[in-house]
């Protein structure tokens, strides 16, 4: 508590403009740290959707069975 008291008082005693630029490097910092993780280096493998049939080519004997299902009804 201590502490806290001296940081307070050492805050309202200086001049106006270091609080300013201080708080003002706080608030860029944060934008360019929040900013810099929304670029994306390219490397992903993408793919343009396109509509039309869906061709499935199964090689292997087997059965399937989906580890999470949902089941959609339409009430209307």
Known sequence: ???LNKLLKSIKTQP?????LGFGIIVL???WFFAGGTKTSGKAPTFAARRG???ITVLEGGSLQALES????NRG
């Open 1 to 3: 508590m201590q502490m």
């Open 16 to 20: 106006r403009w270091r609080l300013a």
């Open 29 to 31: 910092a944060t934008i």
């Open 53 to 55: 049939p869906l061709e």
């Open 70 to 73: 949902q089941e959609i009804e």
